[in-house]
């Protein structure tokens, strides 16, 4: 049945035990279109929440237990995001700023790279495209490097923290800062292709509509022309601090108690689900979509996790 990768990790003094688990069963969602390269193998994970529409769905076969396979020890205290796979490699960005390289099926390093010697210093996800590995950083850098080695090819300096994980198409790689600025860079070159100031703080990752269209949640959603920059369109709505996903021609976004599902080329609501009451709210829970259903996790003091209708947004279960 297909699944949902994750890793867990344990902090004891200054060791981080990373250990590759497969959790929570998801069905996989088919792509509403797809772009020049192609999608994520069903081994594969090259960016958060999965492929560029961040479904968070994956085709992978889920295995018979959740037992952990192997551990890796980093010299960090924290590991703020998620991993990266890509044939056979998997991906780490501990909080210190170290990058690691670890074949999936023995757990054993592949290459180290230290972008930075602070704490707390990277907190985005690493993303995969072409071979090389995109890393945003807490010193206002986005750094890119090669997949197979660890060299660092080049580096972006922003205008801010960088705690979103970059969304990677074919040429071009986008992201946003913590202040509110999108950034669209030659994926290849790191050359800036333009700039959209919005202005509110936001940690969300940008998500792709289509080839040429790109969404970004921070406290309203915004649809962005990745080829001039220019806006779609906008959405406003309370606070949105979760990085929305994107199926079928719909965007799914979770704001406070509200969970939404908004026309993708024209921003106009499509359906409002409401968690208020002792449900809980949907801070840091970024929608996942297989199969017709969204699926949401609440806070963590009630922890509850919900299958809604991706058509309806009636609560399933």
């Not at 790279?113 to 090389?132: D, K, M």
């Not at 995109?134 to 090819?153: D, F, M």
């Not at 079928?248 to 359906?271: E, H, R």
Request: aromatic content about 12%.
């Amino acid at each position: 049945m297909p699944i949902m990768m994750q890793a867990f990790e344990a902090m004891k003094k200054q060791i981080v035990t990373l250990a590759l688990i497969f959790t929570f069963i998801i069905m996989a969602v088919s792509p509403s279109f797809s772009l020049t390269s192609s999608e994520p193998s069903s081994t594969d994970w090259p960016m958060f929440k999965n492929g560029i529409q961040r479904t968070g769905a994956s085709t992978s076969t889920a295995p018979s237990s959740a037992n952990p396979i192997w551990v890796f020890n980093t010299s960090a205290e924290e590991v703020h995001n998620s991993l990266a796979a890509d044939d056979g490699v998997i991906f780490a960005v501990a909080s210190n700023g170290n990058v690691y390289a670890i074949n999936s099926l023995t757990g054993q390093q592949v290459w180290m790279q230290i972008l930075s010697n602070s704490e707390n210093s990277v907190w985005s996800s690493p993303a995969i495209g072409a071979g090389r590995l995109y890393v945003g950083a807490r010193n206002h850098y986005l750094y890119c490097l090669n997949e197979s080695t660890g060299e660092i090819l080049w580096n972006f300096l922003s205008n801010n923290e960088i705690d979103c994980s970059p969304v990677v198409t074919p040429n071009k790689v986008i992201f946003n800062t913590v202040n509110g600025t999108v950034y669209c860079l030659n994926s290849e070159t790191g050359s800036s292709q333009w700039t959209y100031d919005y202005n509110i703080s936001s940690f969300a990752s940008p998500a792709m509509i289509d080839e040429n269209t790109v969404v970004i949640s921070a406290e309203n959603l915004y649809s962005i022309d990745v080829v001039t920059g220019h806006l779609n369109w906008q959405r406003n709505s309370s606070y949105l601090d979760n990085s929305p996903a994107v199926a079928n021609g719909k965007i799914f976004a979770s704001s406070g108690y509200l969970l939404m599902c908004v026309d993708a080329a024209t921003g106009s609501s499509i359906w409002n689900t409401s968690f208020a009451g002792s449900i809980g709210p949907l801070y840091r829970s970024s929608p996942a979509v297989a199969d017709g259903m969204v699926f949401v996790h609440s806070s963590a003091t009630t922890n509850n996790f919900f299958g809604v209708n991706a058509t309806t947004g009636a609560i399933v279960w």
